[in-house]
Structure formats: C-alpha cells, structure tokens
C-alpha cells in the first residue's frame, strides 16, 4: 500500500483544512488508518484513527471535538476535516495504514510523505 497525503497549507487560527490520504492497492478498504502529527522539536503523535470499515473515529483529545476521520473506500481515500485550527495545529501531518485500529505509531506499517498545516496565530 502507498499513501500520499495532501491539503495541508497555510490557514489562518479558527480556519479550517481538509486532508486527505490516497491510497494505491486493492487490500486499502481492509486496513485501519491513522493521522498523525510531527510539529518542530517534538516526537509524532496521534491525532485520529478510523477503521477498516469506517464508523466513528478516535480522536486525540487535543483534537476532539474540532477534527472528523472519514473515509471512502470506493475513492481509496482518507479524510481529516480540520476546524478551528489553533496554533499549536502546525504541524506535518502524516497518514499511515495498517491491520490494527491503534493510537499507536507501531501499529501503522504504511506511511505516506507529510503534508504541512501552518496555522497562523
């Protein structure tokens, strides 16, 4: 499975984005699907998940309440609808795939490049 994320930009605080992760590979639709984050000087962490076959995701609690996972398996794609977006949003924002429904990063055993949310304050 490849992954290529995408919609990342330069938004204002209280803007919103929308990201999506597209996926090359007939086996997509059985894997569960993480976003994650990386902002500068700090480890990746966890911003939301979804199952293999959709349904509510998880979300961090830094996120919830303003970010919403979904996915078209139809499409191969992955969305995270980002509203409200504060400063400490910025961020590359990373999608990844893998058989486990996780909040952990070693769950996840594909990974596509980052796409970069700047949030100005």
């Known amino acids: 499975v490849q992954l290529q994320a995408s919609g990342g930009g330069l938004v204002q605080a209280g803007g919103s984005l929308r990201l999506s992760c597209a996926a090359s590979?007939?086996?997509?639709?059985?894997?569960?699907v993480g976003w994650f984050r990386q902002a500068p000087g700090k480890e990746r962490e966890f911003v939301a998940a979804?199952?293999?076959?959709?349904?509510?995701?998880y979300y961090a609690d830094s996120v919830k309440g303003r970010f919403t996972i979904s996915r078209d398996n139809t499409k191969n794609t992955v969305y995270l609808q980002m509203n409200s977006l504060k400063f400490d949003d910025t961020a590359v924002y990373y999608c990844?795939?893998?058989?486990?429904?996780?909040?952990?990063?070693?769950?996840?055993?594909?990974w596509g490049k980052g796409t970069l949310v700047t949030v100005s304050s």
């Open positions: 590979g007939r086996t997509f639709s059985s894997y569960a």
């Open positions: 979804i199952r293999y076959s959709g349904g509510g995701g």
């Open positions: 990844a795939a893998g058989p486990v429904y996780s909040t952990q990063i070693s769950s996840y055993a594909y």
